[in-house]
């Protein structure tokens, strides 16, 4: 699977920004939000434990981590994992 990652300062600089793009089957929008929390089980068979360990890792940073399409509107074009970190943490 073909994977991108980019990294920006966001917020003015108050965050470290890194963009996970992947060309995979994507994540329906229903489950974008479960997808961190790991509570829904249909989630865990398709994703694991990984981006709820991420999302537990990310907020003792005080970051912030979101699911996007990474093609805006069309969830079959791919997924895009958004992690922020506070600049200097």
């Given at each position: 699977m073909r994977i991108r990652?980019?990294?920006?300062l966001a917020d003015e600089g108050?965050?470290?920004?890194?963009?996970?793009?992947?060309?995979?089957i994507g994540?329906?929008?229903?489950?974008k939000e479960n997808i961190l929390t790991g509570i829904d089980e249909r989630v865990?068979?398709?994703?694991?434990?990984?981006?709820?360990?991420?999302?537990?890792?990310?907020d003792q940073y005080n970051g912030k981590v979101w699911v996007e399409d990474r093609v805006?509107?069309?969830?079959?074009k791919g997924a895009k994992v958004v992690?922020?970190?506070?600049?200097g943490c």
């Open positions: 990652v980019n990294s920006s108050e965050f470290l920004r890194l963009d996970f793009e992947d060309w995979g994540i329906d929008d229903r489950l865990r068979r398709v994703s694991g434990v990984g981006l709820t360990l991420v999302k537990q890792i990310v805006e509107g069309n969830h079959t992690v922020m970190f506070p600049n």
